[in-house]
């Protein structure tokens, strides 16, 4: 039974492949029977073109992230100084967006065991997800504090439209993504770095309103 349920995830995240791969394909396959029957400017095509090669890229990119083991090297690291550095890399783009970031650490050290590279790519990807998520602007809210004696939180709050309820247990599934471009491996990628550095993702959010993820990490 084990076995078989093994392979029913591998057929559906087989199929889940192949239809996100098969589009832009489509798409550049479509461009070159343009361009070799059209006299008109073949710029556009270039661009397009090249738009979802770059797709195929992070598809693939992604998928390798969750198949190969990662080798780890933890060590102790202040988690609020790598937030810092992370809000320092995204400033540009939430100025572009109109969003302002704000960090407050509720605690003085914030230090855990992890690979400070991988935490990195977790936060970017959930700043990321909030600046998209409020596309006319606004506050994203991020609270380091300890849940408790031997666990540390970190929270990061938009103001964007929200998740329906019913959508929610659903994120996490590879290709499941509320986001036009998105891929929906990016929350899956980030969701299993918390698992390896032995924490937990929540997600809480209602419409209109906002979304909250919580990082817990043990200290």
Known sequence: ?????????A?????????????PITSIK?????MQS??????????????????????????????KPQATQTAPRDVTMILEDVVAL???????????????????????????????????????NAIEAMPDGGVLNIIVTNSSSNELSLQFTDQGCGIPE???????????????????LGFMVSKRI??????TVDIHSKLNEGTTIEVKLPI
Not at 55 to 66: A, G, Y
């Open 1 to 9: 039974m084990i076995k078989s349920e093994k392979l029913s995830i």
């Open 11 to 23: 057929g559906e995240l087989a199929a889940g492949i192949a239809h996100e791969i098969r589009n």
């Open 30 to 34: 479509g461009f070159l029977q343009l």
């Open 38 to 67: 059209s006299e008109y400017e073949k710029e556009i095509y270039f661009d397009i073109m090249s738009s979802e090669i770059n797709r195929i890229e992070l598809i693939l990119s992604e998928l390798l992230m969750l198949a």
């Open 90 to 128: 995204m400033q540009p783009e939430a100025i572009l967006k109109n969003v302002h970031i704000q960090v407050m650490a509720e605690i003085e050290q914030a230090v855990v065991d992890c690979e400070e590279n991988q935490l990195k790519q977790v936060f970017i990807n959930f700043i990321k």
């Open 166 to 184: 019913e959508l929610i247990s659903k994120l996490g599934q590879p290709f499941y993504t509320t986001k036009e471009k998105g891929t929906g």
């Open 194 to 199: 918390i698992e390896n550095h032995h924490g």
